[in-house]
């Protein structure tokens, strides 16, 4: 444990976790995306193009009418397709579009550039520091919720 433990990390984390999203989000109004909206794309994406719904308000952490309300928004714009469940029909499965593929491809271009921008000045050895005790950082913090019940 280092000898000073800085008191606002966590103030900055979270700023710079903010910073990051605005930023970014900015970039990604042009497409007719909201943060809500490119992160479940990007969920999406990365799951094979199919997923239960209610894994999607999960893994983006809102409640289940706000990501209704976000799906609604992305089918009108032809990104996504609900399906039923043949063995269920209550639960629904989202999809992607063939659409979708053509702005995925645009989000990539667009975050790659942000992430060349927002690591400039980063040095290869800085940018594994910052990894390393990010992964200690997040392995304590779920050793403490696990402790704690």
């Known amino acids: 444990m280092p000898a000073i433990l800085p008191e606002n990390i966590g103030i900055n984390l979270s700023r710079t976790g903010r910073l990051m ?9 042009p ?6 909206k490119w992160l479940i794309l990007l969920y999406l994406s990365r799951n094979g193009g199919i997923m ?9 952490g809102v409640e ?3 990501v209704v309300r976000v799906l609604d928004g992305l089918e ?9 469940q043949p063995a269920d ?5 989202v999809c992607l579009t063939p659409q979708a593929s053509t702005v995925l491809e645009e989000i990539a271009t667009v975050t790659e550039r942000f992430r060349q921008e927002m690591w ?10 910052y990894e390393r005790v990010i992964a200690i950082l997040q392995r304590n913090l779920n ?4 402790r704690r019940g």
């Open 89 to 93: 029909r209550r639960t629904k499965d």
């Open 64 to 66: 289940g009418p706000t």
């Open 31 to 36: 497409l007719g995306l909201t943060q809500a």
């Open 120 to 129: 400039t000045g980063v040095s290869d050895e800085d940018l594994a520091a």
């Open 76 to 84: 009108r714009m032809g990104l996504i397709e609900r399906r039923e």
């Open 21 to 29: 999203r605005t930023r970014l989000d900015e970039r990604l109004v």
């Open 143 to 146: 050793a403490s919720s696990r």
């Open 52 to 60: 239960p719904q209610k894994d999607i308000a999960d893994c983006v």
